[in-house]
């Protein structure tokens, strides 16, 4: 088999598989770091076993391959698939093999695979020092271009699900497994349409021309037309960003409680009968507070080690931390002495305390509680997640 690449076209010549209906057959799909099969790694791999009679769901392959640089951050957007999914994964000879493995005397069937996913393949291979794979490859758009030669415009995977009769709302892009699957089924489909025509050899004689695909510009990696946007969340980072809301809301609520107290209620210094109710509030608050820390902590870590590869944004957002730390502070600073500092009368009366420093009464605690240990305790945290984020990276590369 040959496949000649032209400008807006390919010709595929040679392809000869003899008694189709009668092969074993390995759907794959493969998910790559950049669209363009000279700059691009394989960090994923797809498959499953399926013959005539139909798929063999309980047959199926799947793989993360972890490349030798970290994933684009549109690839990652458009894909699904970020840096912490291809953490630990092995690296492509070790999948190869086991791909390689899994789809032994079976025919490749792909979609777009003899424009991407073969020359990938075998760019891979070349760059390992690995044997190219020897399986014979069976492309459904060069297949469909084939069984209607009246189609003239390009052949997408919306217009073969729309002939063969599958909603094209079951189809969800970055959904890689269910991408082999529906690859899996269009080919079953197809093969009916060969049975139906007495096709029982898959031959070629005649050189074929079918139409490349123009790649969508959302998965350009040119940064100049880079929109910036945040991984996509998966459920448990979800749960965790509902958390910190929760226990934000909750902190506020409990703080707000401690000041209704301190400032409306006093006991002369002493508890009493069934003791000072701020205290106990602060005794629930402060271990609420602590976990809110922790997790927004790791959002931001999460967070920026993704966005890490786009080095203006991440260093701008540093940057941004920095300056509204020091907001923050000079600003708590300037409230106590600004509000607080100022109210000789009131602040000579002592009662009851929470957090009592030297000279300091209940209102000055009170305002450099509130003050720094929401709002500049939360940036930190957020800083700390950055350095964290920072630092894996640095280990990492």
Request: charged share 20%.
């Amino acid at each position: 088999m040959k496949v000649q690449m032209l400008e807006q076209a390919y010709v595929l010549s040679g392809l000869s598989i003899k008694d189709v209906l009668e092969q074993k057959f390995c759907v794959f799909d493969l998910e790559a770091t950049d669209d363009q099969v000279e700059n691009a790694e394989v960090m994923e791999i797809g498959a499953v076993r399926m013959d005539s009679t139909g798929i063999q769901e309980e047959q199926t392959f799947h793989t993360y391959i972890k490349p030798s640089g970290p994933i684009p951050q549109p690839i990652a957007v458009s894909t699904g698939i970020y840096n912490a999914d291809v953490e630990g994964s092995p690296r492509f000879p070790k999948g190869y093999g086991m791909f390689t493995g899994f789809a032994n005397e079976c025919i490749f069937v792909t979609y777009g695979g003899y424009e991407f996913d073969l020359p990938l393949l075998q760019r891979e291979c070349a760059r390992h020092g690995l044997p190219e794979p020897a399986n014979p490859c069976i492309d459904i758009k060069a297949m469909f271009a084939g069984l209607h030669p009246e189609v003239e415009d390009e052949i997408t995977m919306e217009m073969m699900m729309d002939y063969y009769g599958f909603e094209t709302t079951s189809h969800k892009s970055g959904n890689r497994i269910g991408n082999y699957m529906l690859i899996g089924h269009i080919w079953m489909d197809m093969m009916q349409e060969l049975k139906a025509r007495s096709i029982q050899h898959l031959e070629y004689p005649e050189p074929l021309i079918v139409k490349r695909f123009q790649h969508p510009s959302k998965r350009s990696v040119d940064t100049g037309s880079r929109k910036l946007r945040f991984p996509a969340l998966t459920n448990s980072q979800r749960k965790i960003m509902l958390s910190i809301l929760v226990l934000f809301f909750l902190t506020m609520t409990l703080t707000g409680m401690v000041d209704l107290f301190t400032f409306r209620l006093r006991w002369n210094g002493g508890l009493s009968g069934n003791g000072n109710p701020a205290l106990l509030i602060v005794f629930l608050l402060v271990p609420l507070y602590a976990v809110l820390l922790c997790l927004t902590g790791a959002a931001s870590c999460y967070f920026f080690r993704e966005k890490m590869r786009d080095g203006w944004y991440s260093g701008g957002m540093l940057s941004f931390l920095v300056v509204m730390n020091g907001t923050i502070s000079w600003l708590a600073v300037g409230y106590y002495y600004r509000i607080f500092h100022n109210l000789v009368g009131a602040t000579s009366e002592s009662g009851s305390t929470i957090f009592r420093f030297g000279e300091w009464d209940q209102y000055s605690n009170t305002a450099f509680i509130n003050i720094f240990t929401y709002s500049l305790g939360i940036s930190l945290s957020l800083l700390i997640g950055y350095g964290i984020a920072f630092l894996t990276r640095k280990q990492r590369g």
